[in-house]
């Protein structure tokens, strides 16, 4: 096999508009697109600044009910500042939590798709998933 990366990962939510407000404005992201496909479908990609992987904000699959995502996981620099910046947009942050492998803090988007902020620590190992129940 010859993948290279993850590309895109779809976030469900029930208004593009208020999410792709939130993604650009609160989170600091990116728009790569933003345009009508078909009158019942519009595609929204965003990306941090930086990454090689994009979100589109979908609307449009009966499968994945707008907030039903939990656990993308955001990497960032200065996890007190932006948990803080966070904070002072109206976004209910966690505490700061530590794990062996850094620390964290979670919060959800407008629809209640779950994220974890976190700054991972210098040195910190790769995470190993061979025993995750698939082949590493």
Request: aromatic share 8%; glycine share 10%; net charge negative.
């Amino acid at each position: 096999m010859a993948i290279t990366h993850l590309q895109v990962v779809s976030i469900p939510v029930s208004d593009q508009d208020r999410s792709l407000a939130f993604y650009r404005d609160v989170l600091g992201f990116t728009v790569l697109a933003d345009q009508q496909f078909t009158p019942e479908m519009r595609w929204v990609m965003l990306t941090p600044p930086g990454a090689r992987t994009a979100i589109t904000l979908v609307d449009w699959f009966p499968s994945m009910p707008a907030g039903s995502l939990k656990g993308t996981v955001l990497e960032t620099d200065d996890l007190d500042a932006d948990a803080a910046a966070l904070g002072a947009k109206g976004v209910d942050v966690s505490p700061v939590q530590s794990a062996p492998w850094g620390r964290f803090v979670t919060f959800d988007d407008p629809d209640g798709n779950g994220i974890v902020l976190q700054a991972s620590m210098p040195g910190a190992p790769d995470v190993d998933v061979s025993g995750w129940g698939g082949t590493a």
